[in-house]
C-alpha cells in the first residue's frame, strides 16, 4: 500500500473517531522483521490536529475491514470503555471450508492459549478458557464453502477463527487454524461496525466494502 492510498481507507470520520477499512496482509503494528505497517501512515491521518490518532482496537494481520482509529486520548479511553462493556458491535463475513452443522445459530466455547509456554498468540478451546460466544448465520453455501455472516458476542484472540474451526468449518486461508498454504489469503472481513458514542444520537454505523479476491470468489 502506498502513503496517499490511507485517505481513500478511510469511512468514517469526526472529531473524535476515524474507521478505515484495513487491507488484508498489512499488520497493524510494527513488527520485529520490520515491513510495512498500518501505524506508519497514521501522521496522514491527523486532518489538522497536532497528534496522530491511535488504535482503539486490533484486527489480525490477515484480516481486512473495519477499524477504529481514536483522534485523541479523550476519545480513546471512551471508546475503550464501551468495548470494554461489549456496546460496540461487529459483525464479519467469513469465506468457511465445509457447512457449520445448521444454516444459523451460537458458538460458546471458551478459548485459551494453545500452550502458555509459548511466547505467541495460538489459541484452542479449552474448559479453563475465557468465555467466547459468536453468533453465525449461512448467507450462501458453495461447493465445499459456506459464506458465513460471524457476529462476536465477546472479543478474544482469534475467537472467529478458532469457533470456525472448532465446528468443523476453518476459514479459507487461515494459516494458523485452517489450511492456508492452499489459499493464500485469508477470507475473513470486518464487514461493519456499531458504535454508540455520542449520547442522544444515533449510532454511528461503518461498513467496509469486501475486498475484490472476496467478490470474486463469492459471485
Known sequence: MMPHEILDKVIYRDAMMLVVDKPSGIPVHKGKGGGINLEQFFPLLRYGLPRNPALAHRLDKDTSGCLILGRHRKALAKLADLFKRGDIKKTYWAIVEGQPPQDEGVIDLPIGQKDENEKNWHMMVREDGQKAVTEYKVLKKMDGFT?????????????LRVHCQAIGC??????????????????????????PFYKNKDAIIAEAPPPDYF?????
Open 170 to 195: 476453518p476459514i479459507k486461508g487461515d494459516k494458523i487454524y485452517g489450511n492456508g498454504d492452499r489459499f493464500g489469503v485469508m477470507y475473513l472481513h470486518a464487514r461493519s461496525i456499531t458504535i
Open 147 to 159: 459464506w458465513l455472516e460471524l457476529r462476536p458476542l465477546t472479543g478474544r484472540t482469534h475467537q
Open 215 to 219: 467478490n470474486e470468489f463469492i459471485q
